[in-house]
């Protein structure tokens, strides 16, 4: 029983330590987490012309996708990549923590950052398209899981690379690549085939999936199994970093 108390005390307190660092860098989040969403999202308004609302809902739905990953898998990767070879983390491994307490407190900090402009495109997007996305409260954690999903990933690209510079070619090329090559602003049926079965291995087809059966017809079986796909998808990033973490080396 004590084990498990001071667990959960140490974990809180990593989880602090993020909200203050975050806190710190609330200007620079909110700057960087919106400024590409919100132009790419009035670009495509611009463009887009008379579309229905399903495929307005796809693109405003694409675009929080988006900013999920610029935050929690681009700007995340290059973040650990350069504390990982500036020698951040010698100091949290010179402290008696728990390996996966750190983990889970940097997918926590990769959480934190993705949120705000999560919510702002989500908020900003009906307004600027003039629609009304549907809006339960299933949606809080399957907005949770899918972030979390994605965030492994930029933990995973951030501990994996050989350096910082590998890091940022990486995260860049995926992010382009996933964005606008596999089913987030489209329809899985509008791309290539080859594209298709490329997009049946990433998560944020699942994510992408997931967050427009919540925000068009609310919670479904169909959503479920999203969800699902993106648990397995988080679990396989975690033990993949944690395995990949040389702890107090």
Request: hydrophobic content about 55%.
């Amino acid at each position: 029983m004590h084990s498990v108390i001071h667990f959960f005390v140490e974990l809180f307190i990593l989880f602090r330590i993020q909200i203050s660092i975050v806190r710190y860098q609330l200007i620079w989040i909110l700057g960087m987490a919106t400024m590409f969403p919100v132009v790419t999202l009035l670009f495509l308004e611009f463009i887009v012309g008379d579309m229905n609302a399903e495929k307005l809902a796809r693109i405003i739905i694409g675009n929080m996708v988006f900013s999920i990953l610029l935050m929690g898998m681009n700007v995340l990767a290059q973040d650990i990549s350069h504390q990982k070879f500036g020698g951040y983390f010698t100091y949290y491994s010179s402290l008696p923590i728990r390996k996966i307490n750190f983990i889970l407190s940097l997918l926590f900090y990769g959480i934190l950052t993705s949120l705000p402009s999560f919510i702002i495109v989500f908020i900003l997007g009906q307004q600027v398209y003039g629609i009304q996305l549907h809006f339960e409260l299933l949606l809080i954690p399957v907005t949770f899981i899918s972030i979390f999903s994605v965030v492994g990933i930029g933990v995973s690209i951030g501990f994996l690379s050989p350096n910082p510079q590998f890091t940022n070619v990486v995260s860049q090329f995926l992010l382009m690549f996933v964005t606008f090559m596999t089913p987030v602003m489209v329809n899985l049926d509008q791309l290539p085939s080859i594209l298709q079965w490329i997009s049946y291995l990433l998560p944020t087809t699942y994510v992408a999936n997931a967050l427009h059966g919540m925000l068009t017809v609310g919670w479904t079986t169909t959503t479920g199994n999203e969800l699902f796909i993106l648990l397995i998808f988080s679990y396989i990033s975690y033990l993949i970093i944690s395995k990949k973490i040389h702890w107090r080396v």
